[in-house]
């Protein structure tokens, strides 16, 4: 199993290689209240898992 396969929190970089998209992109989803949901800590932004995997599945096209 990869390490990230077993990581809970992803940063923006890792969260978007996740997505299968630029950071650039979940930046902007994120600014238009469109993205996933992201936490604060610190001053840093992270993206659970669990969010990523369901906003990905809200976002199918179907």
């Keep these: 199993m ?4 077993l990581k809970t ?6 969260a978007a290689a ?3 998209i630029s950071v650039r992109t979940l930046i902007r989803l ?3 209240g469109n993205g ?3 936490v604060r800590i ?3 932004l992270r993206y659970e898992r669990a969010a ?3 906003w990905a599945r809200e976002c ?3």
């Excluded at 990869?2 to 396969?5: A, I, L, P, R, S």
Aim: glycine letters at 8%.
């Design 2 to 5: 990869k390490q990230q396969e």
């Design 9 to 14: 929190w992803f940063s923006e970089p890792e």
């Design 18 to 20: 996740h997505l299968g």
């Design 30 to 32: 994120r600014k238009a």
């Design 36 to 38: 996933p949901t992201a």
């Design 42 to 44: 610190g001053h840093q």
């Design 52 to 54: 990523l995997d369901a």
């Design 60 to 62: 199918a096209v179907r």
